[in-house]
């Protein structure tokens, strides 16, 4: 099975700062997404990623696919407390026909 | 709107009961996946099915079991339920399988077990 490492696990900043969360994977995915978790509900997708170098923005959040396609990471400008979450990356396993997920970036904007 | 519906939000069990997850989506999706979640460990895939009366085995499909009768409703099953299953349960579907399909998620239960 192909590992996914996310970093920060944890981060609390205030309203207003970037901030820039990493997953990181030995292996080369054929797809990667992110999803945002919100308390007592299931994961959101925000993004899609499928080519190398890739970069999709969605209003303050910017996610880009590195170019071997074994790394990506999401940048938040101006975070609001709405963004409080737990940010999830998933990369596709072509083996298996299934998601992998990274352990998670729990986000908590101070307002 | 896709709709995923687990069949309850909390569940308490004592060890070694057979437990009983289901979980239906409305969007007549072909795949379905029931996952873990564990605080540092993100999500772990039990076992997924692309199609009716058809499983695959996950990550850590150990102790428990699926059923898949209809292509709308996707169970899981844990046969003697262990306090090491104690854990957030998180059923998704898909609508094909493709490299960039989404996956749509229930709200998750989360079991207790005494």
């Known amino acids: 099975t192909q590992l996914l490492e996310q970093s920060p696990q944890f981060l609390s900043i205030q309203e207003g700062e970037n901030l820039t969360v990493y997953c990181n994977s030995s292996?080369?995915?054929?797809?990667l997404q992110w999803y945002r978790q919100e308390p007592g509900e299931g994961p959101v997708l925000l993004v899609t990623?499928?080519?190398?170098?890739e970069v999709k923005k969605l209003k303050r959040l910017t996610f880009q696919f590195g170019d071997a396609r074994k790394d990506s990471s999401l940048h938040i400008t101006a975070a609001q407390p709405g963004d409080t979450g737990l940010y999830l990356c998933a990369g596709w396993d072509t083996g298996r026909r299934a998601l992998t997920f990274g352990s998670g970036t729990r986000l908590q904007v101070q307002p | 709107d896709v709709k995923v519906t687990q069949s309850s939000r909390y569940l308490v069990k004592r060890t070694g009961e057979k437990v009983f997850l289901e979980c239906v989506q409305d969007?007549?999706?072909?795949?379905m996946f029931w996952y873990r979640q564990d605080p540092g460990l993100g999500l772990r895939l039990i076992y997924f099915s692309y199609d009716v009366k058809m499983k695959e085995k996950g990550d850590i499909p150990e102790g428990y079991s699926v059923s898949r009768e209809k292509k709308e409703r996707f169970s899981l099953i844990l046969e003697s339920a262990s306090t090491n299953q104690t854990s957030m349960y998180l059923c998704a579907s898909s609508p094909g399988q493709g490299t960039a399909d989404t996956q749509y998620f229930g709200p998750g239960t989360r079991l207790t077990v005494l």
């Open positions: 969007m007549d999706h072909e795949n």
């Open positions: 292996s080369v995915f054929s797809s």
């Open positions: 990623v499928v080519t190398g170098g």
